[in-house]
């Protein structure tokens, strides 16, 4: 396995919250690529500057507007491959890289019984809100099995991962045709991941390989002796997460019955979430429905 690894880090009006990205991930790679959806605020004065203080690694593209993770990741990700690197990280400008990160995705993708067939190498999530750590299933059927909690050096396979910490094989992101634009954010991972299943290749997740990283603006509230959870997303973003809900329910559901079923319940918790935790309750589940039914 060739372990020419280039980062790609999506970015958009964040300022300099991208400084800790790039701290956490530039000594674990080769190159930085920061591809910016064309961001209004500091954000270009803090990727040059990160470029002032590492010349020769580090290339920033600006795009015209903002076009969305899928394109920015499509951008980035075919830049990388132009520069001859068989191997990208994919990462959000609001995640974090533990030190050894990308050293053990490397290993895991070795130590993985077909690591020929692997497409994607992912980290334990730890939301930076909640402090804790995301969930891993597996979808079989009508059956979703968890995965998680891994014991130390452990790896599980499940059937969708977020793009953020994710190694990816540049070579099985072009048989797959890249991400999906029309997706634009929401649900652009779990199309990708369904389509690699789908496809024949491996997700891997290593336990010894953590991510910070934070979903929306994560709020909870305890009721009735149960805490509730909600990402805080606001009403437009409510909208594109209903549509693109529905859109991978409509293409997958056949294929991964569990995954729709699983998925469409995500909206009763969402509701919960916006009625008890969240302000402009009525917006936001007027958009969600709206994205619904587009």
Known sequence: MNERICAVVVTYNCGDKVL????????????????????????GKTLERIRDETPGSVEIVTLEGNRGIACALNFGVRRAIEL???????????????????????????????????????????????????????????????????????????????????????????ALGGFDESLFIDYVDHDFCLRAGIAG???????????????????????????IFSTNHSPERRYTIGRNRV????????????????????????FLGIIFCEDRKWDKIKMTLRGIFS
């Open 84 to 174: 001859g690197y068989p191997w990208v990280l994919t990462m959000d400008h609001d995640s974090e890289a533990d030190g050894r990160m990308v050293e053990n995705l490397v290993r895991a993708v070795h130590e993985h019984r077909e690591p020929e067939k692997v497409i994607i190498s992912a980290p334990v999530y730890i939301d930076r809100g909640t402090g804790e750590a995301g969930r891993i299933y597996r979808y079989e059927g009508w059956k979703r099995r968890r995965l998680d909690p891994l014991p130390p050096g452990g790896t599980a396979t499940p059937t969708v991962v977020i793009t953020s910490g994710n190694l990816l094989n540049a070579v099985h992101f072009q």
């Open 20 to 43: 800790s990205t790039a701290r956490s991930v530039m000594p674990q790679v080769d190159r930085v690529l920061f591809i910016d959806n064309g961001s209004r605020d500091s954000t």
């Open 247 to 270: 859109a991978v329910i409509r293409r997958y559901g056949r294929e991964f019955p569990a995954y729709g079923f699983y998925t469409a319940l995500d909206f009763f918790y969402d």
């Open 201 to 227: 290749f491996h997700i891997v997740v290593c336990a010894d390989a953590t991510l910070s990283h934070s979903v929306g603006e994560a709020v909870s509230k305890e009721f009735l002796g149960f805490r």
